[in-house]
């Protein structure tokens, strides 16, 4: 059974950078693709970005993250990165590492498309 582990999340103040680690127990078709999601307060979960586990990551980034965070793979190390910066206090939330098996490009930030997630890491930003 996959296992995803995150870690990295802490609290940073705005401007700040952190590193965001998934570590995937193992490859199946359960982890063709990963993702990031995160979950503040009261609101929906969000996409925030994914990438494909397999020779072309094709890496695909939420709107409100573009230019400033980065996925990232080390296939040897069964490992995603997420390289956040220049974070804002709107990016305060627990974030998620999923995954899951082939998903069309028009789903991939639909959480229920994820068959396997990780127990959240909390991210704070102050202002």
């Known amino acids: 059974q996959v296992q995803l582990v995150e870690s990295g999340g802490g609290s940073v103040q705005a401007g700040g950078s952190l590193r965001l680690s998934c570590v995937r127990s193992?490859?199946?078709?359960?982890?063709?693709?990963v993702a990031w999601f995160r979950q503040a307060p009261g609101k929906e979960r969000e996409g925030v970005a994914v990438?494909?586990?397999?020779?072309?990551?094709?890496?695909y980034y939420g709107d409100s993250v573009k230019g400033r965070f980065t996925i990232t793979p080390n296939n040897a190390k069964n490992t995603a990165y997420l390289q956040m910066n220049s974070l804002q206090p709107e990016d305060t939330a627990v974030y998620y590492c999923?995954?899951?098996?082939?998903?069309?490009?028009?789903?991939?930030?639909?959480?229920?498309?994820?068959?396997?997630w990780g127990q959240g890491t909390q991210v704070t930003v102050s202002s």
């Open positions: 193992e490859n199946s078709y359960l982890t063709n693709y």
């Open positions: 999923a995954s899951g098996p082939w998903i069309d490009s028009s789903n991939w930030f639909r959480p229920e498309m994820y068959k396997v």
């Open positions: 990438l494909y586990t397999g020779p072309t990551p094709s890496p």
